[in-house]
Nanobody
Framework: EVQLVESGGGLVQAGGSLRLSCAAS????????IGWFRQAPGKEREGVSC????????FYEDIAKGRFTFSSDNAKNTVYLQLNNLKPEDTAVYYC?????????????????WGQGTQVTVSS
């Protein structure tokens, strides 16, 4: 059974940092790669970052470039999203999902399994 469990969210002041974790089980990163998404209240879910299986290249959407960093620990089947210089507009539920980033950006329809999400709240 594929499972994804996010953790690491919380309340932080603007300018602060958080590290989100996504623990994967029931598959390996040879089967699926991980993408990060987020959904703010009243808004659609949007892509944040992903890794392409064919070459391991990591992609970031504009909202994440220069502030967020995707990393992984294959031995632990866990990926991370380091969030730096957080802004109030980063407030959202952050999700990891298993699929692939074949197009070079995180497309919701290309991800098949989803975690339950972790809340990130950034105060001004």
């Amino acid at each position: 059974e594929v499972q994804l469990v996010e953790s690491g969210g919380g309340l932080v002041q603007a300018g602060g940092s958080l590290r989100l974790s996504c623990a994967a089980s029931g598959f390996t990163f040879d089967d699926y790669t991980i993408g990060w998404f987020r959904q703010a209240p009243g808004k659609e879910r949007e892509g944040v970052s992903c890794v392409r299986s064919s070459d391991g290249r990591i992609f970031y959407e504009d909202i994440a470039k220069g502030r967020f960093t995707f990393s992984s620990d294959n031995a632990k089947n866990t990926v991370y999203l380091q969030l730096n210089n957080l802004k109030p507009e980063d407030t959202a539920v952050y999700y990891c999902a298993a699929g692939d980033c074949g197009l070079g950006y995180p497309l919701i329809n290309e991800y098949y399994f989803w975690g339950q999400g972790t809340q990130v709240t950034v105060s001004s």
